[in-house]
């Protein structure tokens, strides 16, 4: 079964950076694009990074300049480095892999997410 563990949120006044980490895990075949999405409470679930497995980025307008996306696929992870953080970047951040994985024996690719992590900026 497909895991996405996220780590690295928590509490960070405003200009602080973090960075988040994912794992991924569980009868991978192959990893596609990876990203981070973020949900703030009221709000919908938006794109926050998003990699290519040729590793092409792609960042929403809020986020560049100050959020880094990248992978490691002998580990299967991926990671977002966050600088520069200011209130509006709080939110739940969710990480998300388009992958082939075994399903039932059988290779099947899928969109996965993980349980989310928590930002929180503030001083």
């Known amino acids: 079964q497909v895991q996405l563990v996220e780590s690295g949120g928590g509490l960070v006044q405003p200009g602080g950076s973090l960075r988040l980490s994912c794992a991924v895990s569980g009868g991978i075949l192959r990893i596609y694009d990876m990203g981070w999405y973020r949900q703030a409470p009221g709000k919908q679930r938006e794109l926050v990074a998003r990699?290519?497995?040729?590793?092409?980025?792609t960042y929403a307008d809020s986020v560049k300049g100050r959020f880094t996306i990248s992978r490691d696929d002998a580990k299967n992870m991926v990671y977002l480095q966050m600088n520069s953080l200011n209130p509006e970047d709080t939110a739940v951040y969710y990480c998300?892999?388009?992958?082939?994985?075994?399903?039932?024996?059988?290779?099947?690719?899928?969109?996965?997410w993980g349980q989310g992590t928590q930002v929180t900026v503030s001083s």
């Open positions: 998300n892999t388009d992958s082939a994985a075994l399903f039932r024996g059988i290779p099947t690719r899928d969109d996965y």
């Open positions: 990699i290519t497995s040729g590793n092409t980025t």
